[in-house]
T-cell receptor
Framework: ETGVTQTPRHLVMGMTNKKSLKCEQH?????MYWYKQSAKKPLELMFV???????ENNSVPSRFSPECPNSSHLFLHLHTLQPEDSALYLC????????????????FGPGTRLTVL | AQSVTQLGSHVSVSEGALVLLRCNYS??????LFWYVQYPNQGLQLLLK??????LVKGINGFEAEFKKSETSFHLTKPSAHMSDAAEYFC???????????FGAGTRLTVKP
């Protein structure tokens, strides 16, 4: 596997279910990101991890719980979701979070299409 | 706070015609600017980026964009559209302290034969 992979690619769940999204990067990066892409809305940054430490939580509801056990893996644990949480969830990684004089390109996975019934 | 505005949620061109996708940014300091492309059922792929070197930036697949500070714009162009260019295009901005990006709402490009 190369780049950034996400599993599952599609997920349908009820509002009372608990599920997890998985992201894995094979690029040796230290920063990982979760984004939410809803129809007709801009891509929203949800969480950022840098060297396994969470550095950003963009006012995301607690029914979304991220986990970063190591620099290569990122999870998004889901519980008691609402229908409006249905969206494409994208994971990305970059060398690290800091930019400074150079930009660290973010590489995106293909996303998990989540449908909450 | 930084933000970008993409003018036109839908752009349709004929094959071989000029592609112009508009993006205006709002930032108090010179930002980094990006264009990403998203094909159906795929993640985002970086087309090109502006990081304060040359103002005319060339990217992949024949696309280029010009940073115009006076107009706070970073429009994406391609001289001749190809059917394979049909996709969703996103403009994004980030500051120079971290990699956190703010994306525009996207522009869907349709290419007619």
């Amino acid at each position: 596997e190369t780049g950034v992979t996400q599993t599952p690619r599609h997920l349908v769940m009820g509002m009372t279910n608990k599920k997890s999204l998985k992201c894995e990067q094979h690029l040796g990066h230290n920063a990982m990101y979760w984004y939410k892409q809803s129809a007709k809305k801009p891509l929203e940054l949800m969480f950022v991890y840098n060297f396994k430490e969470q550095t950003e939580n963009n006012s995301v509801p607690s029914r979304f719980s991220p986990e970063c056990p190591n620099s290569s893996h990122l999870f998004l644990h889901l519980h008691t979701l609402q229908p409006e949480d249905s969206a494409l969830y994208l994971c990305a990684s970059s060398q690290d979070r800091l930019a400074g004089d150079h930009y660290n390109e973010q590489f995106f996975g293909p996303g998990t299409r989540l449908t909450v019934l | 706070a930084q933000s970008v505005t993409q003018l036109g949620s839908h752009v349709s061109v004929s094959e071989g015609a000029l592609v112009l996708l508009r993006c205006n940014y709002s930032s108090s300091v010179p930002p980094y600017l990006f264009w990403y492309v998203q094909y159906p059922n795929q993640g985002l792929q970086l087309l090109l980026k502006y990081t304060s070197a040359a103002t005319l930036v060339k990217g992949i697949n024949g696309f280029e964009a010009e940073f115009k500070k006076s107009e706070t714009s970073f429009h994406l162009t391609k001289p001749s559209a190809h059917m394979s260019d049909a996709a969703e295009y996103f403009c994004a901005v980030s500051d120079r302290d971290n990699n956190d990006m703010r994306f525009g709402a996207g522009t869907r490009l349709t290419v007619k034969p």
